[in-house]
Structures are given as C-alpha cells and as structure tokens.
Nanobody, 115 residues
Framework: QVQLVESGGGLVQAGGSLMLSCAASGSIFSYHTMGWYRQAPGKQRELVATVTNGVATYALDSVKGRFTISRDNAKKTLYLQMTSLKPEDTAMYYC?????????WGQGTQVTVSS
C-alpha cells in the first residue's frame, strides 16, 4: 500500500519562498513518476511538475524558473521548492505517484500567497 503525506504549505507574502515535501511509504522506485498538482478555488486541478528517473518536467510555463521539483529516492521524498511566489500560486498542492498506471494521491497542503 502506497501512502503520501505532504507538508510545508502555509501563508507567505508575494515574493517569498516555500518548500513543499511529500513523504512516501511503500514500494517505490525512481522509475515511478512522481509529481505535483495544484488546485485553486473554483478551478480545475492542474499539473505543475513531474520527475521520473531524475528527469524533471515542468508543465506550467508560469512556474518555470521559479519552482524546482526534486526527489530523494533514499528518503522516498518528493520536494517542490517554490520561490518568487505570486498570489496566483495560491492553491492546494497535491503530490502523486503513478505505479502501474494507478495514481496515488496525498491529502494536499495549502499554499496561500498574500499580495
């Protein structure tokens, strides 16, 4: 059974930084894609970034150059370093892992950026 637990969200002023973490348990390998989605109030969930075998991919142009996804396979932990945060980054952030075409999700961590 795979479980994911996010942490690190909070309230930050525009221009600030946050580091999100996602601790995973279960049988996980570096070839399993892990990533971050986010969902703002009244909007659809959108993919932010993924990492597979050490290769990071950013799905949102708006976060390129500001967000960095990384993964510590030994610790089974996924990270999202967010810098130069903007009010439009306000959302619930969810991590996920895809194993054999099944997606497992964490409970989410709220990020609120004040202007």
């Amino acid at each position: 059974q795979v479980q994911l637990v996010e942490s690190g969200g909070g309230l930050v002023q525009a221009g600030g930084s946050l580091m999100l973490s996602c601790a995973a348990s279960g049988s996980i390998f570096s070839y399993h894609t892990m990533g971050w989605y986010r969902q703002a109030p009244g909007k659809q969930r959108e993919l932010v970034a993924t990492v597979t075998n050490g290769v990071a991919t950013y799905a949102l142009d708006s976060v390129k150059g500001r967000f960095t996804i990384s993964r510590d396979n030994a610790k089974k932990t996924l990270y999202l370093q967010m810098t130069s945060l903007k009010p439009e980054d306000t959302a619930m952030y969810y991590c996920y892992i895809r194993i054999r075409l099944i997606d497992y999700w964490g409970q989410g961590t709220q990020v609120t950026v004040s202007s």
